[in-house]
């Protein structure tokens, strides 16, 4: 089931929600398919996928969508923690587990300390 997550931006709250709606969407506008989402995006690339989420969001809701690629941007100064939960959001909806994501960290740490 797709949960929506919300994002405060402009006094307002917004839906992201991860799913064929935001998939197409971020296609239609970048070209990439939902599998070059899990290989990895550039963050110009991610935050237009966060954008297109949200739009998703609105759309699936039906609440209007007002938001500008540059009202996104300053929110995400603004907010630097959205791109985390984003990230989150995305890697939930290829079916990680929190568990699965303690793991990666675990193995991220053990790279920069040298431990094996």
């Given amino acids: ?3 929506d997550t ?3 931006i ?3 709250k917004y839906p992201a929600r991860i799913g064929m709606i935001s998939f197409m969407e971020f296609e239609e506008l970048t070209g ?4 070059d989402v899990l290989k990895g995006l550039s963050q ?3 935050i237009q996928f966060f954008q ?3 739009d998703a969001g ?3 809701n039906k609440i209007p969508f007002e938001l500008t690629f540059e009202d996104v941007l300053i929110a995400l ?5 959205y791109l985390l939960t984003f990230n989150k959001m995305v890697l939930y909806s290829f079916g990680f587990t929190d568990k699965m994501l303690e793991e990666m960290k675990n193995i991220e740490l053990d790279s920069l300390t040298g431990k094996k």
């Avoid at 990439?32 to 599998?35: L, R």
């Avoid at 100064?77 to 923690?81: G, I, L, M, N």
């Fill in 1 to 3: 089931m797709v949960k």
């Fill in 6 to 8: 919300y994002f405060e």
């Fill in 10 to 12: 402009n006094d307002k």
């Fill in 32 to 35: 990439k398919t939902a599998n």
């Fill in 44 to 46: 110009k690339e991610l």
């Fill in 52 to 54: 297109c989420s949200l």
């Fill in 58 to 60: 609105c759309r699936y």
């Fill in 77 to 81: 100064e603004d907010h630097p923690e």
